[in-house]
């Protein structure tokens, strides 16, 4: 497995996911809908842009949290040429405080020879407002 940090990643799932509407209601609410979105295969330098479904799901919790659910299935074509299928989720719960747990995974897989990318990242910010990440790309084929 190859372990690198991916800050533009890592920003720009904290850019969608960062700013959580206010748990005010218990019904979940769900939004699918077509869009862009784009990715960077680092096991070859190749910026990917893809078109997809993105299907969302929140909810506001009894305890006074909120929960998020993000699924996005899409295909597109690198800037080398290469074709690929992209498959992400988020889940994500932000406290009645400061506190949120976010778990992103992303799978890029090439419909040909370029290497397929599989990206996991966890954010914790804890009631005191500290801040952990991990984030592991694994490289394949």
Do not use: W
Not at 3 to 28: D, E, K, M, N, Y
Not at 81 to 87: A, T
Not at 90 to 118: C, I, M, W, Y
């Amino acid at each position: 497995m190859i372990r690198r940090t991916l800050a533009a990643t890592a920003l720009a799932a904290a850019a969608l996911l960062g700013a959580a509407p206010a748990a005010l209601a218990a019904p979940a609410q769900t939004e699918k809908f077509e869009t862009f979105v784009f990715d960077f295969n680092t096991c070859n330098g190749e910026f990917v842009s893809t078109q997809g479904t993105l299907h969302s799901v929140s909810k506001a919790n009894p305890d006074g949290s909120f929960s998020s659910k993000f699924n996005y299935n899409g295909k597109g074509t690198g800037d080398l040429g290469n074709e690929y299928v992209l498959n992400f989720n988020n889940k994500a719960t932000f406290g009645p405080g400061f506190e949120s747990d976010q778990k992103f995974r992303a799978n890029l897989v090439s419909k040909g020879a370029a290497p397929n990318q599989k990206t996991v990242i966890v954010f914790t910010v804890n009631p005191d407002g500290t801040f952990e990440s991990d984030v592991d790309v694994e490289c394949r084929g």
